[in-house]
């Protein structure tokens, strides 16, 4: 038994996709401490910096002193405790839906929702490059899954046809979250309406980053009120952890009836729960942050493309600087680790095969300074056909590689 482990250990080695785990000692700030050494942190989530807000910190730690550290059990045993449904309330009224359902994280919201509102005999319609949350839901639901290509309404829109009425459920990040682009949702509703498939959008990267107050894709595209479900984390952008999905409340009460990661997993936390909800009064009472992070998203991008880097246009604060090889992608941010630049390099199965790259990450509490000089300090690490832009992009290649996808076959290919 241990050998076979061995020998997939050894395989995963030799593929060059080996992981381990870095330490940040200390808050996650703009700059850690990692494994004891000082670094600027570029490929953190904590894009508004409110993990490490004084506020938040002594919410949480109130909340430990009043309701307790854990909640004992899940929420539909004795887990729910006034301040889930106090958060709960907030969330809804943030992003103007009519209910907000608190799950234990973006993994277990996505999981759990696609599972339960896709059944067999239906088809869910997911974006090529969807988290991989989503791609398991998908596989859970035992629904069939059409995976259609990144941001490709067309493609979606033949699927759809293809399906004839059995299409239950459109599924797509808002904000890719390797890529940093932002998903075609005007389309992608008025196909869900055309079609009669229910729209669902994880905001994971979009809640705090982008549009309006930092509502997310969806207020972006003023599409508040059309689509059915967004998901959210608290782990990003509110700097603290687990999740919530916004829906109308029959959909709600259907999740807490049916959705298995909510019901047969412990409850959030109460400091997890008094953190995001200090984090979300941060963000209502200073919308300027996310002003500020979109300016020094933005510092990034136009340092890069000034070291001669191709940057795909984007307003978003995932900045990824395609290297292709996964060996070369992870030397290229040991190279920048040693520089003192925590850049992380993403490689397969996150991203698919060629398209490793360092996935950078700004935040408000960077300031452009250190932005530009990383932007120096990344370019200088790159192998020259990363610098020189001779590397192909995730999404063209695929388009490129692969054969139009068959409907039938599709069950695997989440
Ligand atoms: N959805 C997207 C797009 C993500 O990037 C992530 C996390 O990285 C998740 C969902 C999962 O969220 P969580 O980390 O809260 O489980």
Redesign the pocket.
Known sequence: MSGDIDDRLEEIRNEGLYRRMRCVSGPQGPRVLLDGKPVLLLCS?NYLGLADHPRVREAAAEAAMRYGAGSGASRLISGNMTIHRRLEEQLADFKRSEAALLFG????A?AGVVSTLAREGDVVFSDALN?A??IDGCRLSRAETFVYEHCDTDHLEWGLRQAQGRGSLIVT?GV??MDGDVAPLERIVELGKRYDARVMV?E??GTGAIGPDGRGAVAEAGLEDEVDLI?G????ALGS???YVCCDGQVAKYLINTARTLIFSTALSPPAVAAAMAALELLREQPRRVEKLERNALVLRESLADQGLAVPEARTPIVPVIVGDAGEAVRASERALEKGIFAQAIRPPTVSAGSSRLRLTVMASHTPTELRDAAHVVAGCLPAAAREGRVVRTADRDRDAAPARVFDGLRDAA
């Open positions: 989530n994280s973006g993994y277990l996505n988290h949350s989503i990040d890719f979250s994880d994971a990267h998901v984390t608290l782990g990003k952890y687990g999740a």
